[in-house]
């Protein structure tokens, strides 16, 4: 079975800008979760969605936002750019919610 | 509020030695326990899971994790260490299904030749 996949896997930005970034789950797999790892803050938990619902937030401001569409895929997207979102997004999924699995993740570069 | 607390942030062991990182939580009802690892550039891997039963579970690339509840403890050891097992180690906590992952700190792992 093909794993995680998140496109880009590169993207640089600059202040201001709005990014979308993708990811594909694990065929079967209905849970998408997105997390943030940065050498600050480490890994910190976005938001997860199940069957195109939002089910469980973490403590993002609102220029983090996120969807999944009927297929299982799922975008997030952060508006209006900031020096501090500079990171490495990643995306895991899951049949249901228990056993996560990860991508390679995103590594968006803010200026 | 669940917390993951992994004491040491670096380690250091040589080839063929044997290896603990320690993994500490927090959780106000029954853990879900993970230990995933991360080598530079890449996403998380996960080597082992604990949901119930035996206290020992083992994982891939032969690592095993006890669980100790008393001690709130899920540590991770390897018996003996291979030169590509030099990489960052994550303990997390989640519970029941949609609850989010809580990560530790992080271990990361250098292997002398």
């Known amino acids: 079975k093909a794993g995680v996949t998140q496109t880009p896997r590169y993207l640089i930005k600059t202040r201001g800008q709005q990014v979308t970034l993708s990811c594909s789950p694990i065929?079967?797999?209905?849970?998408v979760s997105w997390y943030q790892q940065t050498p600050g803050q480490g890994l910190q938990f976005l938001f997860e969605y199940f069957s195109e619902t939002q089910r469980n937030k973490g403590n993002f401001p609102g220029r983090f936002s996120g969807r999944q569409f009927s297929n299982s895929r799922s975008e997030m997207n952060v508006s209006t750019l900031e020096l501090g979102d500079s990171a490495l997004y990643l995306c895991?999924?899951?049949?249901?919610?228990?056993?996560?699995?990860f991508g390679p993740g995103t590594r968006l570069l803010v200026l | 509020a669940q917390s993951v607390t992994q004491p040491d942030i670096h380690i250091t062991v040589s080839e063929g030695a044997s290896l603990e990182l320690r993994c500490n939580y927090s959780y106000g009802a029954t853990p879900y326990l993970f230990w995933y690892v991360q080598s530079p550039g890449q996403g998380l891997q996960l080597l082992l899971k604990y949901f119930s039963g035996d206290t020992l579970v083992q994982g891939i690339k032969g690592f095993e994790a006890e669980f100790k509840r008393s001690q709130s403890s899920f540590n991770l050891r390897k018996p003996s260490v291979h030169w590509s097992d030099a990489a960052e180690y994550f303990c997390a906590v989640g519970g029941a299904a949609g609850n989010k992952l809580t990560f530790g700190g992080g271990t990361r792992v250098l292997v002398k030749p």
């Open positions: 065929s079967g797999h209905r849970s």
């Open positions: 895991a999924s899951s049949v249901s919610g228990e056993t996560q699995y």
